[in-house]
C-alpha cells in the first residue's frame, strides 16, 4: 500500500511540475493584480511598455519592465476612465489612450486623450488633450442587432491620423470589422470610414481586440483570441489591401493587447479569466 501511495504522489509531483502550455507564444511574466483587466499596452523604448486597464479601473497608466513588474505609475488629470480599451503612440513619444469602448454601441461621447510623454514627466500626474469624435454612420443609439459594429478596442498612430478598427459585436455574428481614421489633435471630429475587413466569423476568435504598428510603419497588426492578423505592403488609408499573412498562435486567451517592441517582435497581454491569463508574452514575426 506505502508503495502505491508513494507512486501516485510521484505523478502528482510531475504533473504539477509540468510547465504550461503557451503554444507559440514565449511567456515573459506575470502581471500584478491591479492589470487583471488589462487592455492597452504600447513601448516607447523597445524594453518597457506602458498599460492601461478598462471600464472601472482607476484612471492612470503605468509602466511595465517586459516581466510584468510596475516599475511607475501617472494619474491621469482631467480624464475619466470610461471605457479605456487600447494605447497608441506617435513618433513624438506622444500617448493616446482610447476611451472608445462601446459594447452595447449606445455611447454619444467617445473619446481620445493624448498625452505627453510620459518617459519625460516627473511627479505622478500628467496632462491630458480630449479627441472627441462619432461615426456618421451610426444613426440610432444602439442600433438594431444586425448592425452592432461600433464597438472598439484598436488603433494606432500613422502620418498624423489615428487608425480606429471596430469590434464586431452583431448578431448573427458577420465579425466585418469598419476602420475610420480622424485627425492626431485636440478637437471634435466626425470619423472618416476608410475600409473595412472581415478576419472570419467566429464570435470567440474573430473580434477585433487590439492594434499596432511597427516603428518603421511598414507591419499593422490586429488581434484577436489567439490570431494576429499582419498586414504588410499597403500603400493606402485602407491597409487591408495590402498582403495579409494570418498567424494562429495556438494559445486560446481573452487576449486584449498587442505591440511592437522593434519592427519584428511583438508583445501581447492577456486579461485573467478564471485561473488563466494575466500574463505578458512576445511573439516574433518571420
Avoid at 6 to 19: D, E, R, S
Amino acid at each position: 500500500m506505502n508503495r502505491i501511495k508513494y507512486f501516485l504522489i510521484l505523478i502528482f509531483i510531475q504533473g504539477c511540475a509540468q510547465k504550461p502550455y503557451y503554444g507559440d507564444l514565449t511567456f515573459l511574466g506575470k502581471l500584478p493584480s491591479k492589470l487583471s483587466e488589462i487592455s492597452g499596452i504600447v513601448s516607447l523604448d523597445g524594453t518597457t511598455i506602458w498599460a492601461i486597464e478598462d471600464n472601472g479601473n482607476k484612471d492612470d497608466i503605468y509602466k511595465v519592465n517586459l516581466e510584468g513588474k510596475i516599475i511607475k505609475k501617472f494619474d491621469v488629470k482631467d480624464a475619466e476612465n470610461k471605457d479605456w480599451e487600447d494605447l497608441a503612440k506617435d513618433n513624438l513619444g506622444n500617448l493616446y489612450i482610447g476611451d472608445f469602448g462601446n459594447n452595447a454601441n449606445d455611447r454619444k461621447n467617445l473619446c481620445i486623450y493624448k498625452l505627453p510623454s510620459p518617459e519625460n514627466e516627473t511627479g505622478n500626474k500628467i496632462e491630458a488633450k480630449k479627441i472627441k469624435f462619432h461615426y456618421p454612420e451610426q444613426d440610432e443609439f444602439p442600433p438594431k442587432k444586425s448592425e452592432l459594429v461600433y464597438d472598439c478596442e484598436a488603433f494606432f498612430y500613422r502620418d498624423g491620423f489615428l487608425y480606429l478598427i471596430t469590434k464586431n459585436r452583431t448578431k448573427p455574428y458577420n465579425g466585418k470589422a469598419l476602420i475610420y481614421k480622424i485627425p492626431a489633435a485636440k478637437g471634435t471630429y466626425t470619423a472618416e470610414l476608410v475600409g473595412e475587413f472581415t478576419a472570419c466569423i467566429d464570435s470567440q476568435f474573430c473580434s477585433i481586440t487590439a492594434a499596432d504598428i511597427s516603428p518603421n510603419g511598414k507591419k499593422i497588426v490586429l488581434l484577436g483570441s489567439g490570431f494576429i492578423w499582419l498586414f504588410t505592403d499597403f500603400a493606402s488609408d485602407d491597409f487591408t489591401k495590402g498582403v495579409l499573412t494570418t498567424i494562429d498562435v495556438k494559445h486560446r486567451t481573452q487576449q486584449e493587447s498587442i505591440c511592437f517592441l522593434d519592427n519584428n517582435l511583438l508583445v501581447i497581454a492577456d486579461e485573467q479569466s478564471k485561473t488563466k491569463g494575466r500574463n505578458l508574452y512576445s511573439y516574433k514575426i518571420d
